[in-house]
């Protein structure tokens, strides 16, 4: 069975500071990952995901995210935040299954919400 | 154009209704599925289509009963409706064939409220 582990439900930076939102994650199959971005009183956006090859992934709004087995872990990071970024953040996991059954069945984190402070 | 788009947004009912849910995507995408975000932000899974066939099932009340006319629609049916119930509720699409390495795209969400 699949697991996402968000560590931290609450990440307050400053402006311009370094973001880093931490995702660990269980999978007995390699996972493909995903990070999806939700502003208030809306739906879930994604962000960036990594399925295979480069463990450095690069997304949207100056994200990215490396995926490390060795870890079991996605982190997101941004070198610099900015006031826009306020909004909560989930990490999910899906896999393959040569049944056919799982079809992009996302099992998500429980989110982080982070805050930029001025 | 609105890619996935849930009606109605906001939805506040009494305990004991029925109530629906629809979702229709312009996407050309052959799955469908409705998450459920409960008070706290946590999502789940409840179910899955796959060209009108249903293919995910988790473990929710039979009082919830997709339904998908075509490809592009999964409508969702709660009888009986609980306090417990209460949520936002997400419809999203995806690809087939594209391996599960596809994200999901997803609506804007209904916020079900019962009183």
């Known amino acids: 069975a699949q697991s996402v582990t968000q560590l931290g439900s609450h990440v307050s930076v400053s402006e311009g500071a370094l973001v880093l939102l931490r995702c660990n994650y269980s999978s007995s199959v390699p996972p493909y990952l995903f990070w999806y971005v939700q502003y208030p009183n809306q739906g879930l956006q994604l962000l960036l995901k990594?399925?295979?090859?480069?463990?450095l992934v690069k997304g949207i709004n100056g994200f990215e995210a490396e995926f490390k087995k060795s870890e079991t872990s996605f982190h997101l990071t941004k070198p610099s935040a900015h006031m826009s970024d306020a909004a909560e953040y989930f990490c999910a996991v899906s896999y393959y299954n040569a049944g056919g059954t799982s079809y992009g069945k996302l099992t998500f984190g429980q989110g982080t919400i982070l805050t930029v402070h001025p | 154009d609105t890619a996935v788009s849930q009606t109605p947004k906001y939805l506040v009912t009494q305990m004991g209704n029925d109530k629906s849910i629809k979702c229709e995507q312009n996407l050309g995408h052959d799955t469908m599925y409705w998450y459920k975000q409960d008070s706290k932000k946590f999502l789940k899974i409840m179910f899955s289509y796959n060209n009108k066939e249903l293919i995910i099932n988790e473990t929710v009340p039979n009082r919830f009963s997709p339904k998908s006319p075509d490809k592009a629609h999964l409508n969702l049916h709660i009888n009986s409706l609980e306090l417990g119930d209460s949520a936002v509720y997400f419809c999203?699409?995806?690809?087939?064939?594209?391996?599960?390495?596809?994200?999901?795209?997803f609506g804007q969400g209904t916020r079900l409220t019962v009183v």
């Open positions: 990594y399925t295979t090859g480069a463990t």
């Open positions: 999203a699409s995806s690809p087939r064939g594209a391996g599960m390495d596809t994200e999901a795209f």
